[in-house]
């Protein structure tokens, strides 16, 4: 695809490299500037909006502060945690969010691994075409996928109480009911993420040496035994990856949820984050706020590297 | 056969579960309420393009969209600039600090966005950038650096070095190096890049959401929020603000299908 230089070949290093660039790969380190000088621009865009933040929740986290008088911005120090721990909200947040992996994680696994088995063990026609349609969800932002899903599942005119009407099936007001609401929001999270999993697993198929199924083959495997044996080992790291995505979302939940429920029916779906912005942004606590990211990224850290160590490691 | 038929079966029905509610979202769209009610499905009697008109107008997606558009520019143009040269300072030279700089501009792939948005805030507040476009575009250019630096440093690297040498033996600057020879020949990785800038960046929420109030300068996912909230029964209206959201993104999908599905997928393992 790339264009190859038609002098390649000849020009090759018979002269060592003495123009401006420092030190082509393997040549003598000469000091520059030059380097430094490629990196300022991003360095300094980079430090100001994402460096200074980060180091400004961990810092903040230590204070009182209110966002409003700096007068309030005085050390605490580890408060806001003790805070967090004595919080019922806190826990009653992160208890929402860990009810949401089910849903986030492991629902859109199984929907994306099962059809990527049986589409690979036949091959089909027009599978790029599927793969789109099946991918399009994902592309699409949070807010999005909540508006629309809100009005499908609208109790009153909402053509998905209709639909299971018309097949007998219990209809009500989804995203209010106070048992309901949490796994309805986990099956739009569901719906949004399954055919992502299925195009990462179907790439990952497809690059399962064939003779291992051949294999397993003359060894008398049915397709289930050859499942197990070969697929799904071949899988390991396709599975890690897909499920480490899922959880980081799961626990960062916080766009289809501020669409759809804000939240609601009471705290029936609160989340981290949607507490985390309520507490910095509607109670002026932003000392306890960053506290709260700070515990946020901490568990998310925590969990997705349990979730890799499991199941593999990432290869970058 | 037998076989194959459940197979087709089955992606099928994915696809559908997939695809209905975006090709309900745009009949509706098209229709009037009453006519909405009587069937979700069916084929709008006369298009109802005075949703497009409500949603543009009074729903103020014209200046939404044109936020939107402007973001996108003002996010993908410079963090492919930036990201080319920070990727061809630590794919061409060997310098003091390079292994800690590194790892340092990679921070931002671990770190989501929630876990900076407080003080972003406040430090936006000091710069007099609440309410403004610069709140949007320049933390984002800010965040799309790591992930940016990472890819076109592969790019580089990928490049057979004699290409590179020869340019420098014919006496190229490493600037001219860079502009002339590196970046063209990474192409793919850029699309890569830019697609992928363009899709998070015009899927952004929480950042819009939190440090611009004033409405003439939310873009289209805040700018939806809040018509809904506004129109709450008017579902065509709300349908049509939503269509405009996603068309640009499933005209883009359509038109970079597989780069897309490829740039997507990589993305995600980020963060």
């Given at each position: 695809m790339q264009p190859l230089s038609p002098a390649s070949g000849e020009v090759?290093?018979?002269?060592?490299?003495?123009?401006?660039?420092?030190?082509?790969?393997?040549?003598k380190p000469r000091f520059s500037w030059e380097p430094y000088l490629y990196l300022l621009p991003g360095f300094l865009v980079f430090t100001i909006f994402v460096a200074i933040p980060v180091a400004g929740t961990v810092v903040l986290s230590l204070t009182a502060w209110?966002?409003?008088?700096?007068?309030?911005?005085?050390f605490i120090w580890f408060d806001n945690y003790l805070t967090a721990f004595k919080d019922g909200a806190f826990w009653g947040s992160l208890w929402n969010n860990l009810k949401l992996l089910p849903f986030f994680v492991l629902l859109p696994a199984i929907l994306g691994l099962i059809p990527a088995v049986i589409v690979h063990q036949g091959k089909i026609r027009g599978e790029k075409f599927f793969q789109a349609g099946l991918f399009l969800?994902?592309?699409?932002?949070g807010v999005l996928i909540g508006v629309v899903w809100r009005w499908l599942l609208?109790?009153?005119?909402?053509p998905v109480n209709d639909v299971l009407k018309f097949f007998h099936l219990p209809t009500r007001s989804w995203l209010g009911d106070f048992t309901w609401a949490l796994p309805t929001v986990g099956a739009i999270g569901a719906w949004a993420a399954y055919g992502f999993c299925y195009v990462v697993f179907i790439a990952g198929l497809q690059k399962i040496p064939s003779d291992l199924y051949e294999a397993a083959r003359l060894d008398g495997a049915g397709g289930w035994q050859e499942f197990i044996a070969v697929s799904l080992p071949g899988l390991r790291r396709e599975i890690a990856v897909v499920m480490a995505v899922n959880l980081i979302a799961a626990l960062r939940a916080f766009d289809v949820i501020r669409a759809t429920t804000d939240g609601g029916p009471g705290f029936e779906t609160r989340v981290l984050a949607l507490y985390m912005i309520n507490v910095a942004f509607?109670?002026?606590?932003a000392g306890y706020g960053t506290a709260l990211a700070v515990l946020m990224a901490v568990v998310t850290l925590a969990l997705s590297t349990l979730v890799l160590r499991f199941l593999g490691e990432r290869d970058d | 056969m037998i076989r194959k038929a459940l197979v087709y079966t089955l992606l099928t029905i994915g696809c559908v579960i997939a695809i209905v509610p975006f090709v309900v979202t745009i009949l509706a769209s098209l229709k009037t309420t009453p006519e909405l009610v009587r069937g979700v499905l069916d084929w709008p009697?006369?298009?109802?393009?005075e949703n497009y008109r409500i949603a543009w107008t009074q729903g103020r997606f014209d200046r939404f969209f044109l936020n939107s558009i402007l973001v996108v520019i003002g996010v993908v143009v410079p963090s492919i600039f930036l990201s080319a040269m920070t990727g061809f300072a630590f794919a061409r030279y060997r310098f003091r600090g390079s292994k800690f700089l590194f790892a340092y501009f990679l921070i931002g792939l671990v770190i989501p966005l929630q876990a900076m948005v407080i003080p972003l805030f406040y430090l936006l507040r000091e710069m007099h950038?609440?309410?403004?476009?610069w709140a949007l575009i320049l933390p984002q250019v800010g965040m799309s650096m790591s992930f940016g630096t990472l890819l076109m440093r592969e790019a580089y690297l990928s490049i057979p070095r004699e290409i590179v040498e020869a340019s420098i033996v014919d006496g190229a600057s490493s600037w001219e190096t860079l502009w002339k020879i590196m970046f063209p020949l990474s192409r793919p990785i850029v699309g890569t890049l830019s697609l992928l800038f363009f899709i998070w960046t015009w899927n952004e929420f929480l950042l819009p959401l939190v440090v611009n109030?004033?409405?003439?300068?939310?873009t289209l996912p805040v700018g939806i929020l809040y018509f809904q909230q506004r129109w709450t029964s008017n579902i065509p209206v709300i349908a049509a603000g939503s269509t405009i959201i996603f068309i640009p993104l499933i005209f883009m999908f359509l038109l970079f299908q597989r780069q897309l599905v490829k740039a997507i997928t990589a993305g995600a393992v980020k963060g």
């Open positions: 090759s290093a018979t002269e060592p490299s003495t123009g401006s660039v420092a030190t082509p790969l393997g040549g209110n966002g409003i008088s700096w007068n309030t911005a005085e969800p994902y592309i699409m932002p609208n109790p009153v005119f909402g509607s109670a002026n606590r | 009697e006369n298009a109802q393009w950038l609440l309410d403004s476009l109030i004033n409405p003439d300068y939310h």
